[in-house]
């Protein structure tokens, strides 16, 4: 509902102007001088402002001066005699909307709010359109100016405007999830929901009332309905985070509810239908997953509609320098810092660095660096990477000189090596066995034998 001011020292004339508002659906508030109309305006803040050119005290025209300084966003339009309409005039010029003359024609008056309202919520509407779009080409920016990332984008305005199906795949931290998000923005899409599962978090026995949800009763402790994944997501696109890590049984149900478009709750009696678009990811090569037998080849050819593979941020060295400006904007935001920029050769060593953790590696890494830094450039003494690359003597040979037994050294390297890649895995277990290119149950096995679990 649009709200309306009326400033008016005229009782009779601010009865009837509300009468005729509030009969037309309009929300009205009304003052008769142009100091509580500034308190009015600081309290309940109108969509557009009827204002009186004479009134005792602060006239119309100082009240619409201290409209334009300080609030710019409320229309306002102007009442004044007829001899004064030169004065309204000079208002307009001043930043008044329009003005009407008394005495006023009633659907002259309601018309010309309404074509202030309507101009005003198309401008708006322009201007939030215009506001995403720079967003948008921002995001755009700020990813990049290498030929994988250029290419990579244009892999994405390609595929977003339709419905199929995308699988992203590259190595954790490579920025999957970021690419998916912007399919979903420049997608028809975009006003609906948006949802993120991530496979490897959800245990296999729970994975089908996390993406189908379930009805009262249909199992103990089943107290109320659950919505599931991927009605929540309906209408809207439903990211399947490494997805290679579903069970087969849980490939199955999935394969299904995409050939049906339809779900089915645990303990309905009925199917849902579903309108949903799928992204899922994977920092494994799904060629090898299948052939492997660990993921269902139909399900693969029914998700592989189209490909989009990230590279490693190693390939991308071009875009190296352009993601750690972004990341030192985030970081002076987030810790309260103003930090400028960074050494040369603090830039030569990210260049040189191999990044095994890749964006997400480079992230934390800035961040740190912002908080350690005194001064305005980040200089190597606060840079520190998580795997340096030295030509140093390993630890491990200072221990068998030191008389400890090959099994002992054998597994507190193997400790050291898991912890490590738990720290650059922000402590999530399937990206820690990705970058220690091992099976997550391999993983799952080892650190339990370590103790770790």
Same mark, same amino acid.
């Given at each position: ?225 659950? /919505?599931?994944? *991927?009605?929540?997501? +309906?209408?809207?696109?439903? !990211? #399947?985070? %490494? ?5 087969? $049984? ?46 269902? /080849?139909?399900? *693969?050819?029914?998700? +592989?509609?189209?490909?989009? !593979? #990230?590279? %490693? ?5 071009? $875009? ?10 985030e970081a002076n935001k987030e810790l309260g810092r103003c930090v400028k920029a960074f050494s040369k050769e603090v830039l030569q060593a990210f260049s040189q660095y191999r990044w095994p953790g890749n964006i997400r590696e480079m992230k934390y890494l800035v961040k740190r660096a912002v908080l350690m830094t005194e001064g305005s450039i980040v200089q190597m003494s606060s840079v520190t990477f998580e795997i340096e690359e030295k030509n140093e003597i390993p630890s491990y040979i200072d221990a068998l000189e030191a008389g400890e037994s090959f099994n002992d050294i054998v597994i507190s390297t193997e400790r050291d090596l898991i912890m490590k890649a738990l720290e650059l895995a922000d402590g999530n277990k399937t990206n820690a066995a990705d970058i220690l290119k091992m099976n997550r149950k391999t993983l799952y096995r080892r650190m339990k034998n370590l103790d770790l679990l």
């Amino acid at each position: 509902m649009d709200s309306i001011l009326i400033v008016e020292d005229n009782k009779d004339l601010q009865f009837i102007l509300k009468n005729i508002l509030e009969m037309e659906g309009y929300k009205i508030f009304s003052v008769g001088n142009g100091t509580r109309a500034i308190l009015e305006v600081q309290n309940n803040p109108p969509d557009l402002m009827l204002l009186d050119m004479k009134l005792p005290g602060m006239d119309g025209m100082s009240l619409l001066n201290h409209m334009r300084v300080n609030y710019p966003d409320i229309l306002v339009i102007m009442m004044t005699a007829y001899g004064d309409v030169k004065d309204a005039v000079n208002a307009m010029k001043l930043g008044a909307y329009d003005y009407i003359t008394k005495p006023f024609n009633n659907e002259e008056l309601l018309l010309t709010i309404k074509k202030a309202i309507r101009t005003e919520s198309l401008t708006r509407e322009v201007s939030d359109l215009r506001k995403q779009l720079d967003e948008k080409a921002k995001c755009e920016k700020v990813m990049g100016k290498s030929s994988e990332i250029v290419n990579i984008i244009k892999k994405v305005n390609l595929i977003a405007p339709t419905d199929m199906s995308v699988i992203l795949q590259g190595k954790s931290g490579t920025g999957k999830e970021v690419i998916a998000r912007m399919i979903h923005e420049k997608s028809n899409r975009k006003n609906k929901s948006f949802v993120a599962v991530d496979c490897g978090a959800i245990p296999a026995t729970l994975i089908e009332s996390e993406l189908f949800g379930y009805e009262v009763g249909a199992f103990t402790g089943a107290v109320s309905r659950k /919505i599931g994944k *991927f009605e929540e997501a +309906n209408g809207g696109t439903l !990211l #399947l985070d %490494e997805i290679t890590n579903l069970s087969m $049984d849980g490939q199955a149900k999935l394969l299904r509810a995409l050939e049906v478009r339809k779900i089915h709750r645990i303990g309905g009696k009925k199917d849902v239908p579903v309108d949903v678009r799928i992204i899922v990811t994977s920092n494994l090569d799904f060629q090898d997953v299948v052939k492997q037998g660990n993921f269902r /080849i139909d399900l *693969f050819h029914r998700l +592989n509609e189209f490909q989009i !593979l #990230l590279p %490693e941020l190693k390939q991308r060295v071009q $875009d190296i320098p352009i993601l750690a400006k972004q990341f030192m904007k985030e970081a002076n935001k987030e810790l309260g810092r103003c930090v400028k920029a960074f050494s040369k050769e603090v830039l030569q060593a990210f260049s040189q660095y191999r990044w095994p953790g890749n964006i997400r590696e480079m992230k934390y890494l800035v961040k740190r660096a912002v908080l350690m830094t005194e001064g305005s450039i980040v200089q190597m003494s606060s840079v520190t990477f998580e795997i340096e690359e030295k030509n140093e003597i390993p630890s491990y040979i200072d221990a068998l000189e030191a008389g400890e037994s090959f099994n002992d050294i054998v597994i507190s390297t193997e400790r050291d090596l898991i912890m490590k890649a738990l720290e650059l895995a922000d402590g999530n277990k399937t990206n820690a066995a990705d970058i220690l290119k091992m099976n997550r149950k391999t993983l799952y096995r080892r650190m339990k034998n370590l103790d770790l679990l």
